[in-house]
């Protein structure tokens, strides 16, 4: 089926950048919608940010959790089976285990939508 690995995670000063990368393997990459989570210490897993399926699209249909619009940035490229998640100006309470999802269905902004996850990238912003 779908095996997820992502990378890019690390430790990382309160204002500075990561790209995290989550590379599919097994199925058809471009079908399926993608999207990222998160999970801290003692909380409950969050949705960061999604990108439907590429098929039948004109353009990307992307959407994020509310408050991290603008600092966090979610692509993909089809022709590396490779999702990206680009964040920028980061706080300390973006520390978390970062979780890349995939999902033969709709983009969702729910957990149980997804049906394959990675084992997850360590993110610590320090102060």
């Known amino acids: 089926q779908v095996q997820l690995v992502e990378s890019g995670g690390g430790l990382v000063q309160a204002g500075g950048s990561l790209r995290l990368s989550c590379h599919a393997s097994g199925g058809t990459f471009s079908d399926y919608a993608m999207g990222w989570f998160r999970q801290a210490p003692g909380k409950e897993r969050e949705f960061v940010a999604g990108i439907a399926a590429s098929i039948n699209r004109a353009g990307p249909i992307i959407t994020y959790l509310d408050s991290l619009k603008g600092r966090f940035t979610i692509t993909r490229d089809n022709a590396e089976n490779t999702v990206y998640l680009q964040m920028n100006s980061l706080k300390l309470d973006d520390t978390a285990v970062y979780l890349c999802?995939?999902?033969?269905?709709?983009?969702?902004?729910?957990?149980?939508?997804?049906?394959?996850w990675g084992q997850g990238t360590q993110v610590t912003v320090s102060s």
């Open positions: 999802a995939a999902s033969t269905l709709v983009l969702s902004k729910y957990a149980r939508s997804y049906t394959y």
